[in-house]
């Protein structure tokens, strides 16, 4: 999500109090005394329609010795250092104190982007100061107060384009990660007979990419609630950190987890008329980035037509999918329920069988650990490789049990088949005459190959390639 931004400035400038109107909860402590013990705190802040995420370096007041420049460096250079764009701060009725000249100076020389704030500008008092503050070189500044939240416009102005940059970065990433997705798909793929493909292997170290999706109020933001605040239980909560700053990313089982594009979730809040429109553009594109997806139904009303939808999408796409029944706790006959549920999954999406069920309660926290490893066993699966020595035994044996039918008169040839790429699983198979193999024959073997090796849930792809 957006830019990070990094709030600097000595002592007692308004720091916090900026922090406070930026994130939008009294998560701090704003004390008239200097030397109040603070911890750096983040934050996912929100100024009109802007959002980002906000480093405050207040807690430099804990230590007024001779250290305390070393330290206010080291605080200030770690926040820059993940920071997009920092504000200086300096309090304008206080005028321009040797220590604002020497953050000036350092910001000067380092290679963030600084905007220049003089706070405390609400009425009169501040001219001076909102004077003084040419002269330390960072360009005009912007006068402001957060106690009363004036000049928050000039400020989201100055801000605006660190979120295009953002939003341009995000795509570029996004549009890079595809295409490497996209280097082995299946008609571009050009294999001769006997070539075996160089297959990607799964990286541990890199996380799973997990879209949550599905329709309007099936609990959505609840389960990425709970997800997100177990993730806290577990690595321990982090002082002044709080639920808002969202972790999209965490580990479970030693693996890690990366939530993709939760916008969706968060915009919906907003703009409640538009929901339907935003949401089905929201899913198509959290699909798209996702390797899986889990489709969260509402138990009282599962598989509907919108559901399908979204579930043929991510099939289509070539994702991994894992569906996820919540609201479990206010069904009463909850084998009736899943007997029906698994009914409708094999009538209405039969080209993947063993699609992996979980019921879940996202309010009462329950059966999530069972989501998890799901979707773990699916990503597995959807990374599967099988060497082509076992293919090519498998296919002689299916192909002599169940010979492929005649095409004018003459039995159509499967020769060699090896595994073109994972994620998902996809095959070229070579045959004589590739063009007269009817579906169903293709069909049969996909379902094959889904028992046969044991890849239930995923979709499986079957190219049939002219032998040379
Ligand atoms: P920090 O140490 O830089 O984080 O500063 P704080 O946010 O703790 O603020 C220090 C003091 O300045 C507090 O008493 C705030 O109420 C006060 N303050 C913050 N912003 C403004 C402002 O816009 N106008 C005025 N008059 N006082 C402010
Ligand atoms: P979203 O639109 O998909 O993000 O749905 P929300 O997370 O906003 O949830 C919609 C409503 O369903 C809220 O009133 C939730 O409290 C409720 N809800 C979510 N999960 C559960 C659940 O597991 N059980 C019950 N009974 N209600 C739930």
């Not at 916090?16 to 983040?42: C, H, M, W, Y």
């Not at 699983?425 to 009817?438: I, K, M, Q, R």
Request: hydrophobic content about 40%; overall charge negative; proline content about 5%.
């Amino acid at each position: 999500m957006g830019f990070t931004l990094a709030v600097i400035g000595r002592p007692n400038v308004g720091k916090s109090t900026l922090f406070n109107r930026l994130v939008g909860k009294r998560l701090a402590i704003v004390d008239d005394q200097p030397g109040v013990t603070r911890d750096r705190r983040e934050g996912d802040a929100r100024l009109s329609d802007l959002r980002f995420r906000v480093i405050d370096t207040a807690g430099l007041e804990e230590a007024f010795d001779e250290s305390m420049e070393g330290r206010m460096r080291r605080q200030t250079e770690m926040a820059l250092e993940e920071a997009d764009v920092a504000v200086l701060l300096i309090d304008a009725r206080a005028g321009v104190m040797p220590l604002d000249a020497h953050f000036a100076k350092f910001l000067r020389k380092h290679s963030t982007p600084v905007i220049l704030v003089a706070n405390k500008c609400e009425g009169a008092a501040g001219q001076p100061g909102l004077m003084e503050a040419y002269s330390l070189g960072l360009g005009d500044p912007i006068p402001l107060s957060a106690e009363h939240g004036e000049g928050m416009l000039d400020l989201y102005q100055a801000l605006l384009p660190y979120e295009e940059k953002a939003e341009a970065d995000q795509q570029a990433a996004a549009f890079e990660d595809r295409k490497s997705d996209d280097k082995q798909t299946g008609d571009e793929i050009e294999l001769e007979e006997g070539e075996e493909a160089v297959l990607e292997d799964d990286d541990p170290e890199k996380p799973i990419q997990l879209a949550i999706v599905g329709r309007p109020n099936v609990g959505k933001s609840t389960l990425v609630n709970r997800l997100v605040g177990e993730d806290r239980l577990l690595t321990g909560p982090e002082a002044g950190l709080t639920r808002d700053s969202i972790a999209l990313e965490w580990e479970w089982r030693g693996r890690q987890i990366k939530l993709v594009d939760t916008a969706g979730l968060r915009r919906r809040g907003r703009i409640t008329d538009k929901v339907e429109k935003l949401s089905s553009a929201d899913t198509r594109r959290a699909i798209r980035f996702a390797q899986v997806v889990a489709l969260v139904l509402d138990a009282n009303d599962m598989l509907e037509k919108q559901d399908l939808t979204i579930a043929r999408q991510v099939i289509d796409e070539g994702r991994a999918l894992v569906i996820v029944a919540n609201k479990w706790d206010i069904i009463n006959d909850k084998g009736e329920a899943l007997q029906k549920l698994s009914d409708r999954i094999q009538t209405s999406l039969p080209q993947v069988k063993g699609i992996p069920v979980v019921t879940i309660s996202a309010l009462k926290g329950r059966n999530l650990s069972r989501m998890l490893e799901a979707v773990l066993t699916v990503y597995g699966t959807w990374n599967r490789r099988i060497p082509t020595s076992r293919l090519n035994e498998w296919l002689a044996e299916l192909t002599e049990a169940h010979p492929p039918p005649l095409a004018h008169g003459r039995r159509i040839k499967l020769r060699y088949m090896t595994q073109a790429k994972t994620r998902p699983p996809t095959f070229a198979v070579f045959a004589s005459v590739p063009e007269d193999l009817p579906d169903s024959y293709t069909r049969y073997m996909v379902n094959r190959l889904r028992e046969d090796f044991d890849m239930p849930g995923i979709p499986l792809r079957v190219m049939m390639r002219k032998r040379k």
